[in-house]
């Protein structure tokens, strides 16, 4: 396309260089994968620095067009060299300081997208004319209402049942060593595995309360965790609430620090991924839940021992992308094992009917197409995330493989099309 415009150029006399950055610009403007920020979801001075920059944008085109490319000729080679050397260490100072940092950053990650999650429920609220401040405190406010009252429902429930479950252990590892099914287990596997050993073994770390603590390195050590998370998820919160309250402002700041004629393509792509993001958290959450409750009351039908603490753990397994569903599915049938092997294949085979309701019904309502990677890469960010960073990294790890690939379909594609 771009040669055809340049031959065009000379066949009518004109400056070539002028006709073809104009078929560029136009190419690019016109790629089908280029998409251009919604300018109904900005407020009136993201508006007019969008506008203002798009106009710079062309602008720097047409100067760009006029003016012949500099050749790179490098005179000062030691000069270079130093400046190349200078900026290899600051390089592994900061990769230093950020690993120093490492845990501040996780807060700061999980705070943004707690804001990034609640900030399309407060855009609804502005839609039906309720002012931010008021629908940011409204949607804050319910948020933590809703915790706290997960909370208060969720912690006795765990400390009743983990007592439960000590108090218990020793009965339900007696009765399933009576069962037919454990029978069998001996029989044909006792040789190569000591089931019994496994039991006495598992009986002993439920059972005794020292286990526990020295599973946990003590009491005092469990005391400073509990402690530091609880901090921890004081922090987030508080964080939470200063992004939802200026996300704005926070994105107009990064914005001004992009040259103005390259800003445009920057707040494309930052307004496309910032609501991807926040999609992408909702549906999580909601997914987890519905994950949860279901499997709740299908637990409490068919009598999954504690089906409150199991529960618990399957809506926590649940955020884990790809194999969230499969582990919470191993969990809810080890645990119904204890019970019969009966309610075990009954159990297991509720969730393998779920998850394909889940993915195939589910997932593309609720997501509304959010994010949008291919399986494979979506298990390599995956295990990448969650080897940096761990689970918060396995968390991110799907919409930040989703704004990596809007990059390279709607910047990268585009120009290398035009070669």
Do not use: C
Request: charged share 15%.
């Amino acid at each position: 396309m771009v040669k055809m415009f340049g031959r065009r150029a000379r066949r009518e006399g004109n400056d070539p260089g002028v006709d073809e950055a104009a078929a560029r610009a136009a190419y690019l403007e016109e790629h089908p994968d280029v998409v251009h920020a919604d300018l109904e979801q900005m407020d009136a001075a993201t508006r007019e620095m969008y506008r203002n920059a798009r106009e710079a944008a062309v602008d720097a085109r047409e100067e760009r067009a006029k003016t012949p490319p500099r050749e790179f000729v490098v005179r000062a080679p030691f000069q270079v060299g130093f400046t190349v050397t200078l900026g290899v260490l600051v390089a592994m100072l900061f990769g230093g300081i950020v690993g120093q940092l490492s845990t501040i950053i996780m807060y700061v990650v999980a705070a943004l997208f707690v804001a990034l999650g609640l900030d399309p429920v407060v855009r609804a609220f502005e839609r039906r004319g309720l002012s931010r401040p008021l629908g940011i405190a409204v949607v804050f406010g319910g948020f933590v209402l809703v915790i706290g009252t997960l909370l208060a429902i969720i912690i006795p429930m765990i400390s009743n049942q983990v007592a439960l479950l000590v108090q218990s252990a020793p009965r339900l590892f007696r009765e399933i060593t009576g069962q037919g099914w454990f029978g069998d287990l001996q029989r044909n596997f006792g040789e190569y595995v000591d089931l019994d050993g496994l039991l006495k073994t598992g009986q002993d770390l439920v059972s005794n309360p020292g286990n526990w603590a020295q599973v946990a390195g003590g009491v005092w050590q469990a005391g400073i965790g509990i402690a530091n998370g609880l901090t921890a998820g004081l922090i987030v919160l508080i964080l939470s609430l200063y992004f939802l309250a200026s996300l704005r402002s926070i994105k107009r700041a990064f914005y001004s620090l992009v040259p103005n004629s390259g800003r445009a393509k920057v707040m494309d792509i930052t307004e496309q991924v910032t609501k991807s993001v926040g999609g992408y958290v909702n549906g999580m959450v909601i997914l987890a839940l519905t994950n949860a409750v279901l499997g709740f009351v299908m637990m409490s039908i068919v009598g999954v021992p504690f089906a409150g603490l199991v529960a618990v753990g399957v809506f926590f397994l649940a955020l884990i992308p790809l194999i969230g569903s499969v582990l919470a599915t191993v969990l809810v049938g080890v645990v119904s094992l204890f019970q019969s092997p009966v309610v075990a294949i009954i159990a297991v085979g509720y969730y393998l009917i779920y998850m394909q309701v889940e993915s195939y019904l589910l997932t593309p309502r609720i997501m509304n197409r959010a994010v949008s990677v291919p399986g494979a890469l979506v298990v390599i960010g995956a295990l990448a995330g969650g080897t940096l960073l761990g689970l918060l990294g396995a968390l991110i790890a799907i919409p930040v493989t989703a704004a990596v690939l809007m990059v390279i379909r709607q910047v990268w594609v585009p120009r290398q099309e035009q070669r």
